[in-house]
Structure formats: structure tokens, C-alpha cells
């Protein structure tokens, strides 16, 4: 059926277009250009203006996409970002043509085409998380953050491919691999690795893999991931992108299948910060079917505007803690480089760094680790394995045309097609049945004191930094952000509740005769509800350095490029 519906793609009809135009890969929004548009590394103020001054339709834009995943997506490179593609989408692109000019004023996603992440609910398209025990089934409502962006206008391109079940199903499954979905490959070197079992070459990232391959790779404009411990930074910089992991409560977690509500949210994947910020403010905010999004009712807290925080002077004055241990531990010489040469970057831009000072409690983070075994140890957190299960399950009740309701259930269809279902087996499903999840049980009493742990330890730990030598709080002496590389500082902010905006540095230098050169990045990570602060000193480092790199392995079609034919034209209606 997928083979059928990417076949329809291939052959949609596009406008032909005249001549080819270098993309504006550092466009900050401020200069949009007039009379031509290319879409590879267009930004959605770039696309925005172009559906504004009629240069392009929204179907046409979404055609343009389409065209693009059907030369890379499952054909060329096979990139396998997505998973499932909405044959409507065209159909949807036309109604907000004909909906143009009459919209009053208008969200800045209005015609824009964005993908979700497979565990994302959509009430006209599968949600799976990968799985074959879920493969088909159809949610009866759509998530909330997906009615957010349908009522801004925005149009679901498609669902993406992830590690199956947001990569908490089983140890040593690769990142990006889903038995329903299979291998997403990185497109800055989208190769399976020789002599294998089809895993990539070079890691796409994960879980979120689909939404950094597809937008990196020019396939979508942006895109919705989820995170429970480093699975939007993981495919920022994978991928050379931009990601926003936000404070937990800022974003709702209805309607997205869970680990843990403890540590659950949902984010942006841009290819600029711009583009996250504009994201952010669709889908940020209160929802009432979600208590922890309660303190976006306290003023100051969440925003429908993150874009009034871009600013390029952002890192002039900024205080940025730098912690070492163990974070660069392992790293070859060019990634010690690269983070010395971020420093430096962020130095010249008028930053005070302070790259020796380490997270109090960081023994004690690294020693409490998440438990992947039952009965669970002493020394590891169960919150993530409580969660799968009760959380779970709970998804699951709301789902009641679904194939499989329980963990369990998933368990057993896994057991009963083991060929497909069970390629890197469901150790972690298998512990997490074990526990009583009860509110009386002793399994819950563990949870509460390990969460309770978590924080204590999280929190403490990265306050203890922010709060700066004086060790108060509000005081001259806070650093702005702790900066971290990649994905490796993911875990503390995960378990803090705390938000983290990556972008990307340099590329890495080539590993042996197999890995070609590939993206690196940084995460920006400060006290809940600093989105603010962490985007505009992100926006002004991307600004100061213009790191971002699109990928070779999609490059520009002949229908990317759209030009105004002659004076006074204005394209296609």
C-alpha cells in the first residue's frame, strides 16, 4: 500500500519552473527576495512570503515536497524519513489556497507542510511508534498539539519514521530502526553499514530519526519530534539541525503515545532557529486534559511569540558554564576541537565562558541511571519503566479500535510474529510488565521515591551552576546556560523537567576509511521556562557562525525553483 502511495507521488503533476538559484542557507527571515523562491533550505519566512504574494500555492507547495520524497525518500538515497504520507495533503494545500484572504490575520504555519513524528495522534493517519502490533490503526482524535497546528493552518505532510516505540521497547536496537518503519538513514552519508544487518553507516539520531532526516534533508519544512531523554537533540545534531527540547508543561502531552508522563515532550526540528521558534509558539501553551501544562497560566511563563526573543546580539554579556566531565569524555581530538572552537566562538561574540566548572552531583547523576532490568536494581531509576507500562496503557485506553490495548498485548503480538516484531527483541517491554503499577503497590512507592531522586539530583545539580559562584539565584553571577555537546547533557535537563535548544557547529572530521565527514553540534540549557533566553543565544550564535550545512545526498530538483514569469505575474492560484 505504501509502495502504491509513494508511486502516486512520483508521478504528480509539477509546474515547470525556469532557472536554478542557490538557496539562502543563513536567512534570518528579514530578507525574503521577491521573484523567486528555492525550496531547499527555504525558511517558513521565505515560504510565508511566497504564499502571501501569490509567487506559490500551498498545493503547489506541497506538491514541490512531494516531488522531493519521491526522488529521496524511498528511491535514490532512501533516506526512509517517513513512514506514512498523507495522500490528502495536496487536497489540503488547495483548501488553504482558497481559504487565502480571508483568514483575517493569519498564523505564519498557514499553508506550511510539517511532519510529525509517529507517536504523534492523527485522526486521518496511522499512529504506530513504529510497531507492527499498532500498524494501520488510526487514533479517533488527533493529538492536541496536531489540532494546534491544523487550526494555525499548518498541513500534516506526513508521519515519520522513529525508533521504535521512542527507543524504550529494547537494548541495543539502533537508533532510527522500527520493525513497521525499518532503518532511516543519516543523509549526510545515507549508506547501511557494509556486511550488516542494514543499520546505517552513520547514526541518524534518535528517537525522533524521520523528523531530523526529512527536515535536514529538505523533504518537509519543519517538524514535530518528542523527547524523553535526548531524542530532539539527538537528531538536531545528528543531522545538522536546530531543536527546541522544551520545558516540560510548555507543550501538551495529550494524545502522544508515552514512556513517561515524567519526563515526556514534544518539539521542533527546524533547520534554523527561526523556524523552531515560530513552531514553538503554535504549540506551546495550556491545555486542560494536561495538569502539567497548568503553569503556562502563570504570565511569563509560556508564549505565543517566541520570535520577539531572536536577537543577534544575544551572546553580548552572556554567562555560559561550560562542564567537561564527563561530557567530553571519549571524544577524538577533532570533537575536543570543535567544542574549544565553539568557546572561542562564543568568546568572540562577547560571551564570558566558563569552561571548567562542573554539575555538582554529577557522580551522582551518572551513578542513577535509568533501570532496563527487573527486578529493578537499587541503584537506577524506574521511572521510565513505571512509566512505559502505566503510561502506557493509559495511552492505550483511548485507543479502543486498536489492535493491542495493553503492554502486554504488544508483548504477546511481538512474541507471536517474531520474525518482524522481534528482530532486536523487547527486553525493556518485558521488565516493565513485571511491575505493579497499583496505586498501593510497592513498584509505585519506588517510583515516587526515584522521581523525587531524580530531581533532587537534576535539579540541584544544574541550579547549583546557573546560580553561579555566589550560589544564589537573581544574583549577577548566573550563568545564562550550561552548554553541552551534542546529545551527551541530554539526560540531566530530561529528568529535571528543564529545557534545552540545540544548533549545530562544524562538521566532524571523517572517522577511519568508512565514516565520511558529518554534523556536531551543541545544546543551550537553562532553568524551566528560559526558552526565551536559550533561543535568543542559540539564534545569535547560528547568526555568528552559519554552520548549517545542507546534505549532497538531496539536492536540488528542477522543480524546486520557483520564478515569477514576467511583471505583474503572480503565479499559480
Known amino acids: 500500500m505504501r509502495r ?22 543563513h536567512d534570518d527571515g528579514d530578507d525574503h527576495g ?76 498557514f499553508g506550511i507542510p510539517i511532519l ?45 519514521t522513529l ?34 544487518d542494514g543499520r546505517p553507516v552513520l547514526t541518524p539520531g534518535g528517537s525522533s530519526s524521520g523528523p531530523g532526516i526529512a527536515v535536514s534533508a529538505n523533504l518537509v519544512t519543519i517538524a514535530i519530534g518528542s523527547e524523553t531523554s535526548g531524542s530532539i537533540l539527538s537528531p538536531s545534531a545528528a543531522n545538522g539541525n536546530a531543536g527546541i527540547k522544551p520545558t ?9 503515545l508515552p514512556i513517561t508522563a515524567n519526563q515526556d515532550t514534544a518539539g521542533p526540528i527546524a533547520r534554523t532557529v527561526t523556524d523552531a521558534a515560530i513552531l514553538l509558539g503554535v504549540i506551546a501553551g495550556f491545555d486542560r486534559d494536561d495538569p502539567a501544562t497548568l503553569p503556562c497560566l502563570v504570565p511569563g511563563n509560556c508564549f505565543r511569540d517566541y520570535t520577539r526573543f531572536l536577537d543577534k546580539n544575544a551572546l553580548k554579556g552572556a554567562r555560559i558554564a561550560v562542564p567537561h566531565v564527563p561530557y ?33 552531583n554529577q557522580a551522582d547523576i551518572s551513578a542513577f541511571g535509568i533501570c532496563t532490568s527487573a527486578p529493578p536494581p537499587a541503584t537506577c531509576s524506574t521511572v521510565l519503566l513505571y512509566g512505559q507500562k502505566h503510561d502506557l496503557n493509559a495511552y492505550l485506553t483511548r485507543r479502543p479500535s486498536a489492535p493491542v490495548h495493553t503492554i502486554d498485548d ?19 517491554f518485558l521488565a516493565a510488565a513485571t511491575l505493579d503499577t497499583g496505586p498501593g503497590s510497592a513498584d509505585t512507592a519506588r517510583l515516587n521515591a526515584d522521581r523525587a531522586k531524580d530531581l533532587q539530583l537534576t535539579q540541584g545539580g544544574i541550579d547549583a551552576v546557573l546560580n553561579g559562584p555566589d550560589g544564589i539565584a ?84 528542477p522543480s524546486d525553483t520557483v520564478t515569477r514569469q514576467g511583471h505583474g505575474d503572480h503565479g499559480d492560484d
Open 248 to 256: 516540560l508543561g510548555l507543550v501538551s502531552r495529550t494524545g502522544i
Open 410 to 428: 504488544i508483548i504477546a503480538f511481538n512474541n507471536a510474529n517474531p520474525i518482524a516484531g522481534l528482530k532486536y527483541g523487547q527486553a525493556l
Open 474 to 557: 537573581g544574583t549577577d553571577d548566573d550563568f545564562d546556560a550550561v552548554l553541552f555537546p551534542q546529545n551527551r547533557g541530554a539526560a540531566a535537563p530530561a529528568k529535571a523537567g528543564y529545557p534545552s535548544v540545540a544548533v549545530p557547529t562544524r562538521f566532524q572530521a571523517p572517522i577511519g576509511a568508512i565514516v565520511k565527514a558529518f554534523p556536531f553540534g551543541v545544546a543551550f540549557t537553562g532553568r524551566a521556562f528560559s526558552e526565551p533566553r536559550l533561543i535568543a543565544l542559540a539564534f545569535a550564535y547560528e547568526q555568528a557562525t552559519h554552520h548549517r550545512t545542507a546534505p549532497a545526498s538531496a539536492p536540488p530538483l
Open 116 to 160: 510529525l513524528k509517529d507517536n504523534i495522534d492523527t485522526k486521518d493517519q496511522p499512529t504506530t511508534a513504529g510497531s507492527i502490533a499498532l500498524a494501520g490503526s488510526v487514533p479517533p482524535q488527533d493529538a492536541f498539539i496536531t489540532r494546534r497546528l491544523r487550526d494555525a493552518g499548518a498541513i500534516i505532510l506526513g508521519k515519520a
Open 34 to 109: 521577491n521573484d523567486q523562491l528555492q525550496l531547499v533550505e527555504a525558511t517558513i519566512p521565505q515560504l510565508d512570503h511566497a504564499l502571501r504574494s501569490h509567487l506559490i500555492t500551498s498545493k503547489q507547495l506541497v506538491e514541490m515536497y512531494q516531488a522531493r520524497i519521491a526522488a529521496y525518500d524511498k528511491v535514490g538515497p532512501t533516506l526512509n524519513a517517513f513512514i506514512h504520507l498523507n495522500s490528502n495533503a495536496a487536497a489540503e494545500g488547495a483548501a488553504r489556497d482558497r481559504e487565502h484572504g480571508h483568514e483575517g490575520e493569519r498564523s505564519p504555519m
Open 328 to 360: 567530553w569524555n571519549g571524544f577524538t581530538a577533532d570533537q575536543t576541537a570543535i567544542m574549544n572552537e565553539v568557546i572561542g566562538e562564543l568568546r568572540a561574540a562577547g560571551a564570558f565562558v566558563d569552561d571548567g566548572h562542573e554539575l555538582p
Open 163 to 196: 525508533t521504535e516505540f521512542a527507543n524504550f521497547i529494547a537494548i541495543g536496537m539502533p537508533s532510527g530502526y522500527s520493525s513497521l518503519g525499518g532503518y532511516g538513514l543519516n543523509p549526510f552519508d545515507p549508506r547501511p553499514l557494509p556486511g550488516n
Open 4 to 25: 502504491a502511495l509513494f508511486g502516486l507521488v512520483a508521478i504528480l503533476a509539477i509546474a515547470t519552473f525556469v532557472r536554478l538559484a542557490p538557496a539562502d542557507d
